[in-house]
């Protein structure tokens, strides 16, 4: 039986019904509406204080006054809450709060060089609204190139620590690309390297690489970038089911060496809440042996096969020499790169790399481009 308070609010069983400044009318539940009371909330910490968990008995609203400053509630345990209009407005549809990081994808294909976002390093140490630029550029295309780096391990590290904090690996915080004489990985190597994602078989691979080049006067060895939300999406256009598997099946990735034996298992295709395509995970050289049914194979490998060769493409592929001076930064759970041989007696090539993590770099962009709530 439900209690009118008066016009505009009506009491409920679980909670109350209210008359919004926009005409329409949105519920609440109790329980919420009490957790999310604005005295809830530490003002200096920024974290919530009060614990709903301590509640003797559930929540119910005694008295309510809806003015044109907001809705104010008296609750049986006594204590007196007051809600502004634009709060309750925003959280009436049950929607996810806007995300100013959560900007729209989008893809490329292999004339993107030409276009891709370009930042001066000594501009991004002086400049904060520079730096939410870049990482605009890497929210919406998943790549840009830095220039002007300085020749210094430093160099890079003040890079990094504009957008978030290194994020080690097994591989350590910091990795040197070049010719090893024992190596352990084949980016050690003057070899080709095949089109890949970066250590797959971390549970979690980092989200964002850095790539410093230092030196590189060697014959060939250019570098090959795609963009793997755009190859996933012409998938799911030519081959749903192909793109079915591959979105929804976790194969086994490895690396293993005398040290560390690290596994994981991973879609290949990944998908946000929505079905959208966020990224892609592949690495035929750290992909382990498929301990999958073997008639799902018959339908697996070769969806997996298409998705390998669409990666070969000219149609995705960007080939081009990265100098030194430049750092290429791209997220890694969404850029597929490679790299073709080169004559290691032909120059020097040398590359310092290191990640970062996605969720650290969008932080960094909603403190830059949006108020707090706490201001």
């Known amino acids: 039986m439900n209690i009118a308070i008066d016009t505009s609010v009506v009491l409920s069983e679980n909670g109350l019904t209210v008359q919004l400044a926009s005409g329409r009318t949105g519920y609440f539940n109790a329980y919420w509406l009490r957790d999310n009371c604005p005295t809830s ?19 119910k609203a005694q008295s309510t006054e809806l003015t044109a400053d907001g809705l104010t509630v008296v609750w049986n345990d006594g204590h007196r809450s007051t809600y502004p209009m634009d709060f309750l407005e925003r959280y009436a549809k049950g929607e996810r709060r806007q995300d100013p990081a959560n900007l729209p994808r989008r893809a490329w294909f292999s004339d993107h060089y ?48 504009l957008i978030g904090h290194v994020r080690p690996t097994f ?27 970066d250590t797959p078989a971390e549970d979690l691979a980092p989200g964002m690489q850095f790539l410093h080049c230092r030196a590189n006067s060697v014959e060939g060895g250019r570098n090959l970038f795609l963009d793997g939300v755009a190859v996933a ?42 079905g959208a395509v966020t990224g892609v995970t592949i690495s035929q050289h750290m992909a382990d042996i498929f301990d999958l049914p073997q008639q799902f194979l018959d339908a697996y490998y070769p969806a997996f096969c298409k998705f390998g060769r669409m990666l070969q493409s000219d149609k995705y592929m960007m080939r081009f020499r990265l100098n030194a001076t430049e750092c290429i930064v791209f997220d890694n759970h969404r850029i597929v790169h490679g790299r073709a041989a080169y004559s290691a007696t032909s120059g020097e090539r040398y590359l310092r790399g290191c990640y970062s993590d996605r969720g650290e770099m969008r932080s960094t962009y909603r403190a830059m481009v949006s108020e707090s709530r706490f201001k």
């Open 114 to 161: 030409a276009n891709i976002a370009k930042f001066s390093q000594p501009k991004l140490l002086a400049d904060k609204a520079e730096v939410a630029r870049w990482i605009e550029a890497l929210l919406v295309e998943g790549v840009a190139i830095v220039t002007d780096m300085p020749d210094s391990d430093e160099g890079l590290t003040e890079t990094v620590r």
């Open 233 to 274: 999406n012409d998938l799911r256009k030519e081959d749903p089911e192909a793109f079915r598997l591959l979105s929804e099946t976790h194969i086994p990735y490895y690396c293993e060496h005398d040290h560390y034996d690290v596994r994981s298992l991973q879609r290949v295709i990944e998908l946000d809440e929505y």
């Open 41 to 59: 909330f530490d003002s200096q910490t920024r974290e919530r204080t009060f614990d709903i968990f301590h509640l003797d008995a559930a929540p």
């Open 171 to 197: 591989f350590g915080e910091f990795f040197d690309v070049r010719t090893h004489i024992k190596p352990t990985n084949l980016a050690y190597t003057a070899k080709a390297l095949e089109m890949h994602t």
